[in-house]
């Protein structure tokens, strides 16, 4: 059979990628911007179009059939190729510019984002930025489904992504007031030895990076009263204010607190001092690379103090 292609619209393409990424009618519409009966309609017109059954439509749920699926991977390129069409009739337009989908790690971005946020937009008045706080794997998964086109991480990332490094930033052992470390002046890892320290839950990565922390002072990383997970680091500063144990928390975290606050001391580690590094991530075959890379040189360029930005590094 014969295929029209001049018939398939890159809304289909758009339509389908949607469909098979959300496996709900009514998700894959809303993502999209149109209402549910505009996307069933332009998904049938593609049907025909091809000859072929994309989806399969049970009471259960919608998934791709076997050539829809491959279908679908074809379609993430063609959708691809004109990103970077639009990106070289961009070239020498204002550099970033337009819309930008930034996603932020949650134990970063309300310590950063109201810093840069301003002069951001000052420097670039065209640029609109469209911030989403997500975990890290969260981040990664709609970087690959061109959900997002970059990411605030830390590093390590998964392999498959360009990485442009922006910071290291310290941690701070966080203890109450009333700790008996509470009047040093700098502590070091092995002070930490046998104390409960407390945790970001399951999937945040600075839960990761802490629990190294932990493993290396031979730390309680679990509380002798229970295992207390918390959802931010709010949470965690609440909980060692209450005197439920201590907790390891970014430089960033402390902007304005004077150290932790009344009831609560941050303090700082000697040389050399445990610090995650943060870095701008995003898909290699993206076609705003060069966007992104001034991006994160900006960033390197307008850092708060209490971090030390990451120059001439490429990875």
Same mark, same amino acid.
């Given at each position: 059979m014969k295929v029209d292609l001049?018939?398939?619209t890159l809304s289909e393409l758009r339509y389908a990628v949607a469909l098979a990424e959300e496996r709900h009618f009514g998700r894959a519409a809303?993502?999209?911007?149109?209402?549910?009966?505009?996307?069933?309609?332009?998904l049938m017109k593609l049907e025909r179009t091809l000859g072929v059954s &994309?989806?399969?439509?049970? #009471?259960? =749920?919608?998934?791709?059939t076997a050539i829809g699926a491959a279908v679908v991977e074809q379609a993430r390129e063609v959708l691809e190729g004109a990103e970077r069409m639009l990106e070289l009739a961009r070239e020498g337009q204002e550099p970033l510019s337009g819309v930008l989908r930034l996603g932020v790690i949650p134990t970063l971005s309300p310590y950063l984002l109201p810093w840069l946020a301003r002069p951001l937009a000052k420097s670039f008045p065209e640029l609109k930025l469209v911030f989403r706080e997500l975990k890290t794997d969260d981040i990664v998964a709609e970087l690959e489904q061109h959900r997002l086109d970059c990411g605030? &991480?830390?590093?390590?990332? #998964?392999? =498959?992504l360009v990485t442009d490094p922006l910071f290291d930033e310290p941690f701070f052992w966080l203890v109450p007031a009333k700790h008996a470390a509470a009047g040093k002046k700098s502590v070091r890892e092995?002070?930490?030895e046998s104390e409960p320290v407390l945790l970001l839950e399951e999937g945040h990565c600075l839960r990761d990076q802490a629990l190294k922390v932990c493993e290396r002072a031979h730390t309680q990383s679990e509380h002798a009263e229970g295992d207390f997970r918390a959802t931010s680091i709010e949470t965690l500063r609440q909980m060692v204010a209450a005197g439920m144990g201590t907790t390891l928390v970014p430089a960033l975290a402390l902007i304005g607190r004077e150290r932790g606050g009344k009831a609560t001391v941050a303090l700082p580690f000697a040389a050399p001092a445990?610090?995650?590094?943060?870095a701008l991530g995003w898909r290699g075959t993206h076609p705003r690379g060069k966007d992104h890379r001034l991006l994160a040189q900006w960033i390197r360029e307008h850092l708060p103090e209490g971090v030390q930005a990451i120059a001439g590094k490429r990875g």
């Amino acid at each position: 059979m014969k295929v029209d292609l001049t018939a398939i619209t890159l809304s289909e393409l758009r339509y389908a990628v949607a469909l098979a990424e959300e496996r709900h009618f009514g998700r894959a519409a809303a993502r999209c911007h149109v209402t549910q009966p505009t996307l069933s309609a332009q998904l049938m017109k593609l049907e025909r179009t091809l000859g072929v059954s &994309l989806f399969e439509r049970s #009471p259960r =749920g919608v998934s791709p059939t076997a050539i829809g699926a491959a279908v679908v991977e074809q379609a993430r390129e063609v959708l691809e190729g004109a990103e970077r069409m639009l990106e070289l009739a961009r070239e020498g337009q204002e550099p970033l510019s337009g819309v930008l989908r930034l996603g932020v790690i949650p134990t970063l971005s309300p310590y950063l984002l109201p810093w840069l946020a301003r002069p951001l937009a000052k420097s670039f008045p065209e640029l609109k930025l469209v911030f989403r706080e997500l975990k890290t794997d969260d981040i990664v998964a709609e970087l690959e489904q061109h959900r997002l086109d970059c990411g605030l &991480l830390a590093l390590p990332v #998964p392999s =498959g992504l360009v990485t442009d490094p922006l910071f290291d930033e310290p941690f701070f052992w966080l203890v109450p007031a009333k700790h008996a470390a509470a009047g040093k002046k700098s502590v070091r890892e092995s002070d930490l030895e046998s104390e409960p320290v407390l945790l970001l839950e399951e999937g945040h990565c600075l839960r990761d990076q802490a629990l190294k922390v932990c493993e290396r002072a031979h730390t309680q990383s679990e509380h002798a009263e229970g295992d207390f997970r918390a959802t931010s680091i709010e949470t965690l500063r609440q909980m060692v204010a209450a005197g439920m144990g201590t907790t390891l928390v970014p430089a960033l975290a402390l902007i304005g607190r004077e150290r932790g606050g009344k009831a609560t001391v941050a303090l700082p580690f000697a040389a050399p001092a445990p610090t995650r590094k943060m870095a701008l991530g995003w898909r290699g075959t993206h076609p705003r690379g060069k966007d992104h890379r001034l991006l994160a040189q900006w960033i390197r360029e307008h850092l708060p103090e209490g971090v030390q930005a990451i120059a001439g590094k490429r990875g």
